[in-house]
């Protein structure tokens, strides 16, 4: 069963910083594609960032290119998110994903996490 367990989400304001993790087991981290995807209310959810398995490759929406990081943390088996100077459209919940051809979302998903920016 693959657990991904996102944290890190909060209020903040706005071009300010935040860090997203999402921990999950050691086969899950080494085996698949990662992504960070959100989903403001009343929008379809969409991908914010993704890293391949390997980790020589990453995708980024536009709008959030230049302010936002991924990475990995092979010793942690953790995936980060750094978000910089973050905006109030940023303003979403924020879910981990796992096992898709990026940039789609494979069938394994976190809890979710809540970032607020406000104005």
């Known amino acids: 069963q693959v657990q991904l367990v996102e944290s890190g989400g909060g209020l903040v304001q706005a071009g300010g910083s935040l860090r997203l993790s999402c921990a999950t087991s050691?086969?899950?981290?080494?085996?698949?594609?990662l992504a960070w995807f959100r989903q403001a209310p009343g929008k379809e959810r969409d991908v914010v960032a993704a890293i391949k398995w390997s980790g020589d490759s990453t995708f980024y929406k536009d709008s959030v290119k230049g302010r936002f990081t991924i990475s990995k943390d092979n010793a942690m088996n953790t995936m980060y998110l750094w978000m910089n100077n973050l905006k109030p459209e940023d303003t979403a919940v924020y879910y981990c994903n796992a096992g898709g051809q990026i940039p789609a979302p494979g069938p394994y998903w976190g809890q979710g996490t809540q970032v607020t920016v406000s104005s």
């Open positions: 050691r086969r899950t981290f080494s085996d698949y594609n």
